[in-house]
């Protein structure tokens, strides 16, 4: 049974930093895309980041560019999101995907459940 669980959310002030996790189990992500996605209340899921098997390749919605990185250490089995410089905009339920191309969100095959992140102005 393929698991992705995300962690590191939590409230911080406009101008903070947080670390998103995410750790899999029942998959090897290791040459698999992995994707990061938010949907804030009332609003469709939205792409944020993206990184190809290698980790070479990573790319990002422009309103996270410069502010957001992703990372991924294979020998974990894990991805992470480093999120600094956070604005209110940023608020949301922040999801982990794997298996999966592109930008949307339906082409992703595995998913996290989630992780609220709230950003105060």
Not at 81 to 100: F, H, I, R, W
Request: hydrophobic share 35%.
């Amino acid at each position: 049974q393929v698991q992705l669980v995300e962690s590191g959310g939590g409230s911080v002030q406009a101008g903070g930093s947080l670390r998103l996790s995410c750790e899999a189990s029942g998959l090897t992500l290791s040459g698999e895309y992995v994707a990061w996605f938010r949907q804030a209340p009332g609003k469709e899921r939205e792409y944020v980041a993206r990184a190809s098997g290698s980790g070479l390749n990573k790319y990002y919605v422009d309103s996270v560019k410069g502010r957001f990185t992703i990372s991924r250490d294979n020998a974990k089995n894990a991805v992470y999101l480093q999120m600094n410089s956070l604005k209110p905009e940023d608020t949301a339920v922040y999801y982990c995907a794997a298996v999966g191309f592109g930008v949307v969100w339906t082409t992703y095959k595995y998913w996290g459940r989630g992780t609220q992140v709230t950003v105060s102005s």
